[in-house]
């Protein structure tokens, strides 16, 4: 690999995971000191959750809600930023253009969320197509990509090898609607669009982040444009 | 009107229309000092085709080519706030954030497209929901929402009420897809969360904009929130 | 009461006790209402214990826990500032020169710490002295400063009204050290050396602060200079 | 060659050029490759006379004018910023600082003018002395200076080598005022106090950028300090 | 007078004559007060000077030396800045931008230099252009446009009324070159162009600002376009 | 020595000690040639002085005398990172964010004062521990940190080594209070929390920076935690 975007579920920023946090850091910095170019984007994960519920309980718009959320994710970027020293690109970035800035001076710049109503599952997208690069590699809390839904279904398997076509069909017909959600609209669209290549992971075994960096296919759903 | 967002076609920003654009420009000083709050959101119109179109020729990705649609709706974004004057918020704002700035000091702000992937309506609903206002003003190059598409069926006429709901089915339902675009569907989710009011009016008869924001209901589509 | 800054714990932004913060907010929001200029600098609370605890146990240095620290308590400044709704200065200040920028537009300015090594007390003093105040209000966990230490001694009752040469003896010399800390010794220098007027009140009493504000001296421990 | 800025002319900015502008974009690229600094500062072309007439039309100042085209070079130069992908410096620079800090990290700066009254001649010959280059190079519409104005003249030749008093003259005397500007006097008392060595090209025949980028003497006209 | 733009000369910046610059603050801040709006650019006087000097010694280019003028003559600004309290616009403009920002908002905005090459009359031209000033007041170290050189001619007078050919000639034709230099071409043709009223009075008379102010044209040299 | 922080005493910010100011330029650019990451953090030196009183003799409050003070330092700044040309992090950082930003793109970053109530000194001890170096150089007026006075006590000595807690005694209970100030309490605490190494060097005699950035142990008074 030589330039990918990673979007880090915002589940693995907390007290339980910190430990699970850091040696993904060690995994992106062991990477970027052979040459990978790298871009992170973080979830909220639980402070956006408590900051929400308080703006929400205080009648704060979901506009502003949303807000709040990616101040919670910008709070996550900093954490991992701290973590990756002199790499890291510093103050963490707010608008698209601070990424590409990042990026083209060759620092890791990790970030959160950018607008209300859009997701950082859209902020990825948006970035990989924009820095034009060979992977998005979406670290989430499962091993990829289910056939059917893994929380009702004890016989589900994860989907090794998918095209953005098989994508959309399980995202939108398999689950629940809202149960389940790898990837809005929005971003998927976007990964169209751009004929971006996407594999899902699971954030919280960091050996599958380092497979995936050293080029192989061994872990995730790999999902590829028709 | 106390408090109101319009979103403003780009086509309006030609050698051919700067006079209505003049018009327009002074409706909104007219109306602003009588008190209503107002921010800007302007589309890119024939200079953001241009420049696409010229990013496009050159092997620029899409991600890109809608940065540099952006960029022009910013000049256009210029242009409407040299006329409005110290009534306007400037430098135009290149952030969500610029857009509240601007509206909690009591300043118009003119602005554009704020991310790829993220059309000025959805930027205009998203804003409209976070500045809380009465009304979102879609001043478009039509005279409102049509029952059947105008450019095909020679008895189309404008719905003068609707519910967000009609809307919906408008949009998705009775039309060629991708021809005859008011709203995109992110735009439409936002003004469905917010439970937003809004009227669609045409941008080339200014007196449309005036009837409105005198709190009349004489023209365009007024699209209510069940 | 016409100039006052309010230094406000970060303990009060918590899912327990965002009731309290909403009765804050409308506090603030009547008095700016009624004529009273406002900045708010609040804590980094349970956010920022989170954060810095993480932080450490990721081998994080000391100063960078302070920035995450300092993270935290601009979301909490995030969450105060959308409760104001259009009073607010938005986006977050985040140096000193934003708050005097605020202050001068009428706004009212809520952020948080603002360099590594430095409390929000001590941004709240050197605020109060750059914008030329007549009231710090410290809007801490408990009534006032206590002649004794409230947790240990059952008799221990509020100073009403102290010198601040008063307060630096009891902060200095009555408590366990770093148990019990209202001011830290550089916020207490700029207080003396700008001659601030200085009320300590319970931030969970938010009749404390209207009446702090309405200019009664019924509650809290009033600190006079020499 | 090791340090050049180059002040592209705005005409190469339309539809119809855009093939030459991405051939200057490569050559760019090319010699970036090899070790060359390079700062570019580009004119408004016909976007900023569109804006301007439109400006014009409306009644808008001669200064607001001025930003107008100073907003249509800044869409210029993102353009081209997007087709040298991660060797521009992103986002486009605002100010001259902005322009440093570019050169001081290794990217590409492409930036349009700056101040209303301020060619962009001015900012490159400034620009060309902060960043102390060898040479200034001018690509324009013609193919460098003439003896005579060679839209009157028909043997009007190219003046291969001059001084920079020379082409004072020239610039001075030969021309009817206000017809043929290669550069106005702000740019050529920048150019003469800071003693730069300044080439013209001609932007339509990028193997003019190429030879001169290559450290050849073969096209253009030549102007040396005394 | 209800929309000015104050040029005041560097030199009233020395610790010699702060009483001076109290006494302008405070003319400025009484007419701000009843309803004036009022941008003001500073020079960088001595400041400037000694590090225009220092910088020379170290071979600093001019540009870096002009750059060095513009930092001092910032903080000159930052000084009147702190005198006019919460009237001024803080932080210190940097880009023409940053004054209509400040001038739309309602607030004095003192600034000094904005780019190498230009100087502070020029950008105070700019600036009354930009802002559609009814009069630029331009106070300097004399009492007005004189005849002749008043340090050299004993019976030299100031010129009450003059039009703007007439400076032009009393500037490029009486006087020894550079050494006395009341406005550069630049400024000149910015004030020619946008047909400003300008009046030139000496700063360390602070009455004359008053009167000026004041509606009053009893002292200066009053320029007219024509 | 590969990581660096190195305050700058602002007394050789004047125009007798340029050329020193020079030769310490020379020093920090062959070392950064060789590889030390090197930021820099200057004092305000006699221009500070001058504002300073000049603000205070105009009635200005002590926290707008300190952001003046800071002004002046970051005009020393601008100064000493024109004579490091392409090395120099441009503009000066203005936020403790800026200087790792700096730090990261490995140029050096030449700042002041970043905040009223907060020193140089502090700036540097909380940089030093943000970046976490190797060596904090204090490089001020004396040789080191002497035994007695030297300005009383003829017979008084260097002292080559000694402990965090030796400095402390030496700082707090030898001299004459507020005469003799290498660093102030908040300084010295962040120095011992973050376990740093600091020497203590005469930036009047240039060689001794050259030796310590060469790992000499040479010169100066070597402070070590414990």
Redesign the interface.
């Given at each position: 690999m030589e330039r990918v975007v990673i979007k880090l579920t915002g589940k693995v920023?907390?007290?339980e995971n910190?430990?699970t946090?850091?040696e993904l850091?060690d995994v992106i910095l062991k990477y970027r000191g052979s040459g990978v170019k790298i871009a992170v984007v973080v979830g909220g994960g639980e402070?956006a959750r408590?900051?929400i519920?308080?703006?929400s309980?205080?009648?704060?718009?979901?506009?502003?809600q949303d807000?709040?959320g990616i101040?919670?994710s910008?709070?996550n970027a900093?954490?991992l930023s701290?973590?990756l020293?002199?790499?890291?690109?510093?103050?963490v970035p707010?608008?698209?253009?601070d990424f590409?800035?990042a990026?083209?001076?060759d620092?890791i710049a990790v970030g959160g969320g950018?607008?209300?109503?859009?997701s950082t599952n859209?902020v990825a997208?948006?970035l990989a197509?924009?820095l034009?690069v060979e992977l998005l590699i979406n670290a989430t809390t499962v091993d990829g990509v289910y056939d059917k839904d893994p929380k009702i279904e004890p016989n589900a398997s994860v989907l090794r090898e998918l095209t953005i076509r098989d994508l959309r069909k399980v995202l939108t017909q398999s689950y629940v609607p809202g149960r389940y959600e790898l990837l809005d609209?929005?971003a998927l669209?976007?990964i169209e669009?751009?004929r971006l290549q996407v594999v899902f992971i699971n954030a919280f075994k960091p050996y599958m982040l380092k497979s995936v960096l050293s080029g192989e296919r061994v872990y995730g759903s790999w999902v590829r444009p028709e």
């Open positions: 920023f907390s007290v910190v430990k946090l850091a850091a402070t408590k900051y519920s308080m703006a309980e205080a009648g704060v718009s979901l506009g502003w807000i709040l101040g919670a910008r709070l900093m954490l701290a973590m020293g002199d790499h890291a690109y510093y103050p707010t608008r698209i253009e590409i800035h990026w083209n001076l620092k950018l607008q209300p109503g859009q859209a997208a948006s197509e924009l034009n609209p929005v669209s976007i669009r751009a």
